[in-house]
C-alpha cells in the first residue's frame, strides 16, 4: 500500500472535548424512538444475516415507525468484494449482483414494503452521480492518506478485513490490500454522506462498521471538516440488539 504523506494541518482530527456522537441507541424491544426519524438502511449483498425474518422485521419494526427510510443495496461495494476474491469477469460479476438485487428486492416486497409509502430502495446509483459524495470521498481519501495515525488505522482495518473474509490466493497482496482499502473507504464515505450530508442520520445495521465508528469516536473534527458541519447527527441502531 501507499505510505502515508504528510500532514494536513486543515484536517486535523485531534481527539477534543467534543465526542463523536454517534452511538448505539436504546435496548432491545425499545423502538419507540425511531417514530418520526429518517432512516439509512445498507444491506450488503450475499450477507446470509439478512433472512426473510430480518427483512420482516427491517420493514414491521423500522420502517413502520419512521418518517422515511432508505433501504440501500450496496452494489458498488459488493463489486469491490469479488474483486478483492480475484474475481475479474465483469460481466459475470454485474449479472450475479443483478440477480442479487433482485432477490433482495423481491424478499422485500414479500414481507410487505410497499405497503409503506415512507420507505423505498436504492443503490449505488443514488449517490453515484451526486457531487456531494464524489467530493466527500475525494476529500476523505486525501485526509486518511496524509494523517499517519489515520492511515494507521485503516491498514489495521484491511489486514483484520482480509483476515476474516480472505483474499484471493492468486492476486498480489498489495493489490489485494488496495482494494480492500478502498472498499472500507467508500463505505465510510457512504455512510457520512447518507447521515451527514443526505440527512438520514439513523443508521441502521447488523452490527457497526470499524473505521467508520473509529473516526467518530477519535476523530470527530475529520468528521466535521470533511462536512462542514459544526454539529455531528449521526446515530447508529444496531440490528443485532434487537433480535
Not at 413502520?64 to 459488493?78: E, G, H, P, T, V
Not at 449505488?124 to 457531487?131: A, I, L, T, V, Y
Not at 476529500?139 to 489495521?156: K, S
Request: aromatic share 10%.
Amino acid at each position: 500500500m501507499i505510505k502515508p504523506e504528510s500532514s494536513d494541518p486543515s484536517m486535523s482530527s485531534s481527539v477534543t472535548s467534543d465526542v463523536a456522537e454517534m452511538q448505539s441507541i436504546g435496548s432491545p424491544g425499545e423502538l419507540a424512538f425511531l417514530k418520526g426519524k429518517r432512516l439509512f438502511i445498507p444491506i450488503s449483498l450475499g450477507n446470509h444475516y439478512y433472512s426473510s425474518n430480518v427483512m420482516r422485521r427491517l420493514v414491521k419494526d423500522f420502517v413502520a415507525q419512521s418518517d422515511q427510510a432508505i433501504i440501500f443495496l450496496c452494489d458498488r461495494l459488493r463489486l469491490l468484494s469479488y474483486l478483492i476474491r480475484g474475481k475479474r469477469d465483469l460481466e459475470g460479476i454485474n449479472f450475479s449482483i443483478s440477480k442479487q438485487m433482485d432477490q433482495i428486492v423481491a424478499a422485500l416486497k414479500n414481507v410487505g414494503l410497499e405497503l409503506y409509502s415512507n420507505g423505498r430502495v436504492e443503490n449505488w446509483s443514488f449517490c453515484q452521480n451526486d457531487g456531494r459524495y464524489a467530493q466527500l470521498l475525494s476529500n476523505l481519501t486525501h485526509a486518511v492518506r496524509h494523517d499517519p495515525v489515520l492511515w494507521a488505522e485503516l491498514e489495521a482495518n484491511v489486514r483484520r478485513a482480509l483476515r476474516v473474509h480472505g483474499a484471493s490466493a492468486e492476486m498480489d497482496g498489495v493489490e489485494c490490500a488496495h482494494l480492500q482499502a478502498e472498499y472500507i473507504i467508500e463505505e465510510t464515505a457512504l455512510s457520512v454522506y447518507m447521515t451527514e450530508i443526505v440527512g438520514f442520520n439513523f443508521e441502521v445495521y447488523r452490527r457497526g462498521l470499524g473505521f467508520v465508528d473509529y473516526l467518530y469516536d477519535y476523530h470527530p473534527l475529520t468528521i466535521k471538516s470533511l462536512t462542514g458541519k459544526s454539529i455531528l447527527h449521526k446515530r447508529f441502531v444496531s440490528l443485532e440488539n434487537y433480535g
